[in-house]
């Protein structure tokens, strides 16, 4: 067994080189031979680039933009909606309330504006304003400002009056419409205001 591991301890010594040399023989160069062959692994040959300055800005004043040689295509103009005795009806939608965003406060009114959407059903709208300067006990009631829509579309307004000055007041459209099943009318809110405030 001792002669045995004798002649097997300098072939794992040499490990792989013995099977590696081939025709190149120990000391040749491994990485390619007379032919230019390469061997093992290859390499990728990059060129050397040369740095470049930096871009500088030019001197001088800029150049005001305009429409027409700049690069720039000019924005277009948003579309304003005109509203028309040919727009499409709709009725009224009770399962949200819209955001009422014209109302142009005065000292003791407020002018409201906001979208009639039509429908057969519409009997007429009623307008309001809730002060937000709450007193003990019972509150001043504004009352409605009743307007019947005289289009079948298109944008609405009304002023209410009587309130107070310098008070904010959130203002309220409630539409008022025929019940399709039944008899009487049913009203619900439709647009609401954040606070306003008078002058």
Known sequence: MRWLLLLVAPLLLSGCALFTEGKHGAGADSASDST???AGNDWI???RGSATPSPKPSVGASPSPSATGSGFLPLPAAPRVTPTATCARDTPHF???NALTVVTPGTTSAKVSWYNVGGYNIVEYRVTAISQDLQQGKQRDIGFVRVKPANPCGFLEATVTGLDRKTGYIFSV???VV???????????????S?????
Do not use: E, F, M
């Open 179 to 193: 019940r399709r099943s039944g008899d009487g009318t049913h009203a619900a809110t439709v647009y609401r205001s």
């Open 45 to 47: 040959v990059v060129a």
């Open 95 to 97: 399962n949200k309330i």
């Open 174 to 176: 409630d539409a008022v």
């Open 36 to 38: 230019g062959a390469t």
């Open 195 to 199: 606070v306003v405030t008078t002058k």
